[in-house]
C-alpha cells in the first residue's frame, strides 16, 4: 500500500522559515511527480509546489515563487518543501500529493493524483 506522510508543520511567526517533508513508503511507477496543494480555511485546495523525475521540472504557485524551493531526494523517498518568508495568508493544511505526471500538470489538475497524505498544518501569525 502506497503511503505519504507529511511532517515540519507548525506555527511560526511572519517572515519565520518551516520544512515540510514528505516520505513515500513506496512508489508505484519509476517516473512520478511529487508535491504539495494547500487548502487555506474557507478555501479550495490548489497546488502550491510540485517536482517531477520525469523531466526534472518544478511547479510552484505564483503567490509562492521566489519564496518557496521544492526538492527531492530519490535514496531517501522524500520530497521537502523549504517554505521562507512565510506570510499570514500562506496558514493553510499542506498536502502531500503523488501522481503519474509532470509537475506542471500536475501543479493545475488535482484530478491525476493518485495519492494523498493526511496533511500538515502550518500557521503563520502577524
Known amino acids: 500500500e502506497v503511503q505519504l506522510v507529511e511532517s515540519g508543520g507548525g506555527l511560526v511567526q511572519a517572515g519565520g522559515s518551516l520544512r515540510l517533508s514528505c516520505t513515500v513508503s513506496?512508489?508505484?511507477?519509476?517516473?512520478?511527480?511529487i508535491g504539495w496543494f494547500g487548502q487555506a480555511p474557507g478555501k479550495e485546495r490548489g497546488g502550491v509546489s510540485c517536482i517531477s523525475n520525469i523531466d526534472g521540472g518544478t511547479y510552484y504557485a505564483k503567490s509562492v515563487k521566489g519564496r518557496f524551493t521544492i526538492s527531492l531526494d530519490s535514496a531517501r523517498n522524500t520530497a521537502y518543501l523549504q517554505m521562507d518568508s512565510l506570510k499570514p495568508e500562506d496558514t493553510a493544511v499542506y498536502y502531500c500529493?503523488?501522481?503519474?505526471?509532470?509537475?506542471?500538470?500536475?501543479?493545475?489538475?488535482?484530478?491525476?493524483?493518485?495519492?494523498w497524505g493526511k496533511g500538515t498544518l502550518v500557521t503563520v501569525s502577524s
Open positions: 513506496e512508489f508505484p511507477y519509476a517516473g512520478y511527480g
Open positions: 500529493a503523488l501522481s503519474s505526471t509532470t509537475a506542471d500538470a500536475m501543479g493545475v489538475m488535482q484530478s491525476v493524483v493518485d495519492y
